[in-house]
């Protein structure tokens, strides 16, 4: 099983939608979690951190279910600029190296 | 700003060669990151250092070595270069969020 895995999409919204998706993780013992967008040919940049209670970053929602072992990634009031794709990001013990990357989510936003 | 600088944006080499990755950071971050992309598979990890001249082995090393004589260089080297290496690379730099070069597209032909 993967350690992070995400549906790939893609997601194609008209502008002005709602999209939303989720990222599952397999190691119950994991303390960090990110959401990094990147575009076609681009590198992975940070999009936001995920927090235990939830939080938000202008149109994005980013909410963490440890019970389900789930992350996800809600975007309100798309524009052609959010066309990406995310990367779920997983990160172990709050001292540990490595972190785990999901294949992402392709989001395609349509005018 | 970090500014993570990979020596070459594109690569073009033959089965067999010796090919070497060069990363620079300007952030004076230990912790530095060699990745590999591949549609479907994500990033997966190749070696990553904690500092000068510490390495240790991600998920995928096999065929890859790597060199960190200086705090702000990385250098990611394929000994014999194969078509199975035909891919993205990415260097990355920072813990726990890693700020990432724009990446070298290598192709062995």
């Known amino acids: 099983r993967k350690e992070v895995e995400q549906d790939p999409g893609p997601f194609n919204v008209p502008e002005g939608a709602t999209v939303a998706f989720n990222c599952t993780y397999s190691?119950?013992?994991?303390?960090?979690f990110f959401w990094y967008r990147q575009d076609c040919r681009k590198e992975p940049k940070l999009l936001m951190s995920?927090?235990?209670s939830g939080n938000e970053d202008g149109r994005f929602t980013a909410q963490l279910n440890r019970a389900s072992q789930y992350i996800s990634l809600l975007i309100r009031d798309s524009k052609l600029s959010d066309s990406a794709t995310y990367l779920c990001v997983v990160r172990g013990r709050s001292n540990d190296y490595k972190l785990s990357f999901g294949a992402g989510t392709t989001v395609t936003v349509r005018a | 700003d970090v500014k993570v600088t990979q020596s070459s944006r594109y690569l073009v080499k033959r089965t067999g060669e010796k090919v070497f990755l060069e990363c620079v950071q300007d952030m004076d971050h230990e912790n530095m990151f060699w990745y590999r992309q591949d549609p479907g598979l994500g990033l997966r990890l190749i070696y990553f250092s904690y500092d000068v001249k510490m390495k240790e082995k991600g998920d995928i090393p096999e065929g890859y070595s790597v060199s960190r004589e200086k705090k702000e260089r990385f250098s990611l080297i394929l000994e014999s270069a194969s078509t199975n290496q035909t891919s993205m690379y990415l260097c990355?730099?920072?813990?726990?969020?890693?700020?990432f070069g724009q990446g070298t597209r290598l192709t062995v032909v």
């Open positions: 995920v927090y235990s």
């Open positions: 190691n119950s013992a994991s303390q960090s």
């Open positions: 990355a730099t920072g813990l726990p969020v890693a700020f």
